[in-house]
């Protein structure tokens, strides 16, 4: 059974930083791309940072330059690092473990709050 489990949240005021983590149990992380999505009251959940099992990483556009997704192998988690942070980044926060074929199951982390004040 795979479990992610995120950490890391909080308040924090604008400007300031996070750094989410996100623990995955199992040897499955060391051959699977990741994920960081947030979900905003009343809007959709959204794609933030992606990495692939080899390292490569891509970001939305509302969010390049100020944030960073990484990965430990040694410590089957993900981490998304996020620096200048602005109010319209408070988001329930939340981990992918995403699946590559259509019998695979896609799986998520329980998610955890961010908010930031003006």
């Known amino acids: 059974q795979v479990q992610l489990v995120e950490s890391g949240g909080g308040l924090v005021q604008a400007g300031g930083s996070l750094r989410l983590s996100c623990a995955v149990s199992?040897?499955?992380?060391?051959?699977?791309?990741m994920g960081w999505y947030r979900q905003a009251p009343g809007k959709r959940r959204e794609l933030v940072a992606a990495?692939?099992?080899?390292?490569?990483?891509n970001y939305a556009d509302s969010v390049k330059g100020r944030f960073a997704i990484s990965r430990d192998p040694g410590k089957n988690t993900v981490y998304l690092q996020m620096n200048g942070l602005k109010p319209e980044d408070t988001a329930v926060y939340f981990c992918?473990?995403?699946?590559?074929?259509?019998?695979?199951?896609?799986?998520w982390g329980q998610g955890t709050q961010v908010t930031v004040s003006s």
């Open positions: 992918n473990l995403p699946r590559r074929f259509v019998n695979e199951v896609d799986y």
């Open positions: 199992g040897s499955i992380f060391r051959v699977r791309d």
């Open positions: 990495i692939t099992s080899a390292g490569s990483a």
